[in-house]
Structures are given as C-alpha cells and as structure tokens.
C-alpha cells in the first residue's frame, strides 16, 4: 500500500465517480481503476460496489476512510511542517572556521550576512585541523570556511567562494629564502606534510604534489603529534621545517621571527562554504546566497 493508492481510494471515496476522481487527480481514468484494484488485492477484499450506475463504499471502505483517512492526514499536515520548517530561516547559523580561515575574509562574509539576514544570529566555532568536517557531519555547525578541496568527501556540498588566496611559505626570518620576493616549490630541500594534523585531501590541497609546470614538488609525509596552529607554528619558528599555506595565516600570525614568502609556481587556493549535503536547509541556502554574491580577489 503505497500513498498514491491510499490518495486515490480517498479521493474516488468523496466523489464516488471514476470519471470526477480521474479529472480531480489529473490522471487517467483506467490508472485509477488500476491503482484500486491492486489495493484491494492487498487488503483482501472490496472497497467499493461499483455498478454501471453507482460507485459506493463498502463497510471495508467506510473502515479504510475512517481509520487510514485519518492517519493519511496526518502525515500530509507532518510534511507540511517538516517543509516550511525546510524553507524558514534559523534563528541563528553556526559557522566553522580554522585558524588559516578565520581572517578577513570570515568577517567580511559575516557582516554581509548580517546585513543581508538581520534576525540571524551568527555563533563562531573554531574545528580542529585534524578532522574539520567531523563536526558538519554531526551537526555541530552548519557551514564550515574551507579551502576548496574538489575532495571533501561525498556527503559535503563545497559551495560558493568567499576569498582568493596565494600560496605562501612561512619560515624563519633568518632562513637563506626569507629575502625573497617569491619562491618556487621546488627550491624547498623538502616539505614536511603532517599525515595527522589535517586530512590527506587537504593536504594535498595546500602542497599538491606537483607545480603548474607539472613537476613534482619534493614532498615527505609524517606523523606527527602537533595538533594546534600554536604548536606549529613553534616548530616553524625553530627552523624545523617550511611550512606551505595561505597569505591568510599571516593575519593571525604575525611575529618578527616568522616571514612569508610567496611561492609562485602554485595555483591560488579559493576558500568556500562546505556543508553537510542531507543538512541543507533555507538558512545554509541563505549563506550560500550571499557568499555567492561576494567577489573572490584575483589573487
């Protein structure tokens, strides 16, 4: 029993005419003698007398009304709500971001949103490196600022971009590249990829294995226990390594022992919304509108 059959036996049991319910229906008259008779062959037995003058409801049909009628109202009046709970905006819209995310760019969108949905509040939350889209998926947030992936994974809807950015290599203001105007990848001896400090796609997003030229950048992966942006940076300003990322993290780390140098045989990144694709609703459309009506930089 299926809801097209239980509309279709309401329905011919308020008009009791084959012909009324068929043109109310906007189907065919034999479909609706169809779907009917295969009801009844699930139900075991008549649920109309039906003669060449009159159709009339059987004491099976009076019961099928009365009890299945009900329950069928129901669930339409349940949708009803389920989708104009779907199309009205939340009253508030938790936005991820990580520490390379949450700069100019995160604010700049905010405050469009805010103007453009000023009965929307706007609640911050920093994710972990390591697993930023977990809380998505949870439902923790509704919308994460993240670097577009082309990979986040099947569930995950990357939408429009907010930002441009260049690729930039931090490093130790006394390091032989750190007067440069810009860098080539391949000048880097070899980077360090943390294997667990952040997803492989994004990884490879950041550093991706090869250049424009399509050469391949000398890339070592390991673990590694660091877990904050704090603790890298630490290794960094010690001279551990070369660190890729965005000209970004430059606005929420600034010291003197620390420079950035653009690197110029790597494609800017574009920073977007993601969200969590069975997740979507009116207020995560309403921040893609007005994401969608920013001009990423050329970068």
Not at 1 to 18: K, N, P, S, T, Y
Not at 186 to 211: C, G
Request: negative net charge; glycine residues 6%.
């Amino acid at each position: 029993m299926d809801l097209d059959q239980i509309r279709i036996a309401l329905v011919l049991g308020e008009e009791l005419h084959f012909g009324r319910t068929a043109s109310r229906l906007h189907i065919s008259q034999p479909r609706v003698s169809q779907r009917l008779a295969a009801l009844e062959r699930e139900l075991g037995g008549m649920l109309f007398d039906r003669t060449s003058r009159r159709v009339r409801l059987t004491p099976l049909g009076m019961r099928f009304r009365d009890e299945v009628g009900t329950a069928y109202e129901q669930l339409l009046a349940a949708g009803q709500c389920v989708r104009d709970a779907g199309r009205r905006l939340a009253g508030e819209i938790r936005i991820g971001f990580t520490p390379t995310t949450a700069g100019r760019a995160l604010a700049d969108f905010v405050r469009a949103f805010e103007r453009r949905h000023p009965d929307v509040s706007v609640i911050h939350r920093e994710v972990t490196f390591a697993r930023p889209y977990d809380d998505l998926r949870t439902g923790e947030i509704d919308v994460l600022l993240m670097w577009r992936t082309g990979a986040a994974g099947g569930d995950l809807t990357e939408g429009p971009a907010i930002d441009r950015q260049e690729r930039v290599a931090v490093m130790t203001a006394d390091h032989p590249l750190a007067g440069r105007r810009s860098i080539s990848a391949l000048e880097v001896d070899h980077w360090t990829l943390m294997t667990n400090f952040a997803p492989p796609q994004v990884l490879d997003t950041i550093l991706p294995p090869m250049n424009v030229d399509g050469t391949p950048i000398p890339r070592v992966r390991v673990e590694t226990t660091i877990s904050t942006m704090a603790e890298y940076v630490a290794h960094v300003s010690k001279g551990s390594f070369v660190h890729p990322t965005v000209r970004s993290l430059s606005e929420v780390v600034n010291r003197d022992d620390l420079t950035y140098v653009p690197i110029n045989d790597l494609p800017p990144l574009d920073l977007c919304l993601v969200w969590c694709t069975s997740h979507e609703n009116a207020t995560i459309r309403a921040a893609a509108a007005v994401a969608g009506t920013l001009d990423p930089p050329t970068a």
